[in-house]
């Protein structure tokens, strides 16, 4: 019998005990043993609770215990949960998260740490909630030349953008309503200002490439400045607009962005709707590959957490390998990256916009009345199309096409 630990019974914490409680017939027989939960790390009691008696408080009790095997760590945040995974690594136990802040920052050292004492450290959890990607890329795609990565990684504010789409309503409604049913947090700056999406796509771009993606490297644009206006242009363009993040190769190392972007309808990426998070994997051999599921949630993202412990069981006394190197990639400028992009300017600076984008620019317009001039542009690069961004007096917004 295999012993855990889960490190915080927040939402994600409880839920992982949910899911060894509630499939634990599964569970066993997929670990090939029954899983025990051993202890529970939180700072609170929990009176009543069907698992009081394991709630311990000091983090020594679990690291000392050489019954201990798995470590689940569930408390989010950069410390102490940096300092605990490492010492639980240490002592020869496992580790797995859903700590994506972690990841991010510390991932390549704690593998590394991992490697050396022969346990493991997986992080499905941290990227996609539910959905088995990080598995799929460290495994059935391994022999894949990985040339591009697309998602929509955070689910908040694709509920947010879904509802503005659906249901006519701004951005501000929108997210307080999104607050209320407890679906935002209280401060939705990490969400709506893509921080969330750009860990994501740092950890995915890290194993794509095999080495580090620092986070605070990749450009980030959230959805705040979206408006309702923008979703009526989208729709006359037959689009959709989606907070995207992206890690492509090419010849000088990768390119990496989160930033709102106008996605075609005909792309299966427009029709990832509400909570849901999908990302799509291209490899060279395989072409395209897509995931698609729940991207939060308490028992989504549980049941990822699951599924790394069972993983290290069925390879206990050995490392799981992870394509997550300590050397720090290199990312090309946003500045040569071409494509087009979707501006709107006041009607007065039309005469302009035809100056500076030349006479093909394609000019979108909505039903409603109003007084400007929306275009899309041909390709462009992102430093020439900046450069003429600011030649005009006044820019509404812009959005990029996918
Ligand atoms: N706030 C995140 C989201 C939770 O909305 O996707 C999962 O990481």
Redesign the pocket.
Known sequence: MAKVAVLGYGTVGSGVVEVLDTNAQEVAKSAGESVELKYILDLRDFPGDKHEAQVVHDINVILDDPEVDVICETMGGLEPAFTFEKNAIMKGKSVCTSN?ELVAVHGPELVELAKKHNVSYLFEASVG?GIPVLRSINDSLKHEKIDAITGI?????NYILTKMDKEGMGFETVLKKAQEKG?A?RNPE??VEGY?ACR?IAILSSLMSGKHVNYEDIYTEGISKISIEDFEYARALNMSIKLLGMCKRNENGFFTIVAPFLVPQENPLAAVNG?F?AINVHGNMLGDVMFYGK??GKNA?ASAVVADVIDILKHKGKHIEVNLGSEKAELTSKDNAVRRFFVRVPEGEKDKAYELFGQDIDVVKRNSVHSEFAFVTDLVSEKDFEEKLWKFDSVKGYIRLY
């Open positions: 994506k909630g990684l955070n689910g908040t504010t679906y947090e990490a969400d969330d994501k909570v998070n991207g939060a993202t």
